[in-house]
Structure formats: structure tokens, C-alpha cells
T-cell receptor
Framework: EDQVTQSPEALRLQEGESSSLNCSYT??????LFWYRQDPGKGPEFLFT???AGEEKEKERLKATLTKKESFLHITAPKPEDSATYLC?????????FGQGTELSVKP | GAGVSQSPRYKVAKRGQDVALRCDPI?????LFWYQQALGQGPEFLTY????????KSGLPSDRFFAERPEGSVSTLKIQRTQQEDSAVYLC??????????FGEGSRLTVL
């Protein structure tokens, strides 16, 4: 059965303290791995799609990378406005299966 | 509108009442998805449509849940005889050309 596991569940950083979020997956034939950001009371907001091992994508302070077993979301010099829950998901035959998310808090 | 629109944003129902949640997807998007999100959890798949055809309803938790998209645009998720365990945020999404989902803000259902 396809599974997506994110770690840690929660992460507290000081402003400027770089770190990484992990997304481990088991899926038969990856068709895409997606990262989303979700703010409280809002729907998830699309960030990146990765399709093959070795692929990387960047957006501002965020960089997503992909291997055959996991994906990392690297946050460089985070700011308080980066505080949110970050979700990853894999494409399972056209529908996305989500992990439980990592709640990131960045303190000034 | 430019994004996915959901209504109502908040719904309080007494146990046993029926509720209907509406989703207006991004214009031109063929595929539409419904997800359920419990507090502190990731979204869980319920069902999806391609135009008016419901292609997968494997995530619907019981036969009290019913979804439709009769004209291939607006969709409605109906929950009959609501139970307390139905309390959650219901998210609707439409799908872009690269497979990414664009979500609405969700409908928060509280069953008392």
C-alpha cells in the first residue's frame, strides 16, 4: 500500500536558522511528488512538483529535492512568515495521497 | 473567479441533519477532487470527478456520503444523517495541467 510519512511532526526554528523537512514515501511507480504549504484556516497552497530522483526545485528560501525513497524540503534562513504546515503528497493513479504534515514555527 | 470557491465556509449541524457543501472549481479545469481533513492531519481523499463522471469514490467513508457534478463544473458533497465523527474540514480542489491540485479554503463542518 502506498504510504507517505513526514518528519518531524513539528519543528521550531529561530529566524535565520536553516533546516530540512523530510518526506518518506513508498509507492509503486512514482508519478509525481508534491509539496504544499498550509496556513491555519486555509486550503493547501501548491509549492513544487518533483518527478524523478535527483530533481531539485527552488522558490525563494525553499528548495525541494527528491531521491528514490524520500524528499527533503530545505528552508534556508527562514523568516517568521515561513511559519505554516508543510504537506507532501504522492500521485497514486491520479489522486494525491498526503502525509500528515510538518508544522513549522519560526520565531523572530 | 480566479481560484476554487467553497461554500459555506462554516457549517454547524445537529447530529442527524443532512448537509450540502458546494465547490466551484477553476474555470476550465476538468478534474475535481474532494478531501476530508481532520485537525492536525493531512487531507484524506474522498472522491474525484473528470467532467461529470465520478471516476473514483473509494475514499467515501460510508453510504451517507454522496457527491455529484451534474454539468461538469460545480460539485456538491452531501452528507446525510450527520454524525459527530463527520466533523472535519472538507476541501475541494481542481487539477492543473501538470497534475497539481489547487485547493479552496475549505468548509469546516461541526456536528453537535
Amino acid at each position: 500500500e502506498d504510504q507517505v510519512t513526514q518528519s518531524p511532526e513539528a519543528l521550531r526554528l529561530q529566524e535565520g536558522e536553516s533546516s530540512s523537512l523530510n518526506c518518506s514515501y513508498t509507492v509503486s511507480g512514482l508519478r509525481g511528488l508534491f509539496w504544499y504549504r498550509q496556513d491555519p484556516g486555509k486550503g493547501p497552497e501548491f509549492l513544487f512538483t518533483l518527478y524523478s530522483a535527483g530533481e531539485e526545485k527552488e522558490k525563494e528560501r525553499l528548495k525541494a529535492t527528491l531521491t528514490k525513497k524520500e524528499s527533503f524540503l530545505h528552508i534556508t534562513a527562514p523568516k517568521p512568515e515561513d511559519s505554516a504546515t508543510y504537506l507532501c503528497a504522492v500521485d497514486q493513479g491520479g489522486k494525491l495521497i498526503f502525509g500528515q504534515g510538518t508544522e513549522l514555527s519560526v520565531k523572530p | 473567479g480566479a481560484g476554487v470557491s467553497q461554500s459555506p465556509r462554516y457549517k454547524v449541524a445537529k447530529r442527524g441533519q443532512d448537509v450540502a457543501l458546494r465547490c466551484d472549481p477553476i474555470s476550465g479545469h476538468v478534474s475535481l477532487f474532494w478531501y476530508q481533513q481532520a485537525l492536525g492531519q493531512g487531507p484524506e481523499f474522498l472522491t474525484y470527478f473528470q467532467n461529470e463522471a465520478q471516476l473514483d469514490k473509494s475514499g467515501l467513508p460510508s453510504d451517507r456520503f454522496f457527491a455529484e457534478r451534474p454539468e461538469g463544473s460545480v460539485s456538491t458533497l452531501k452528507i446525510q444523517r450527520t454524525q459527530q465523527e463527520d466533523s472535519a474540514v472538507y476541501l475541494c480542489a481542481s487539477q492543473g495541467n501538470a497534475g497539481e491540485l489547487f485547493f479552496g479554503e475549505g468548509s469546516r463542518l461541526t456536528v453537535l
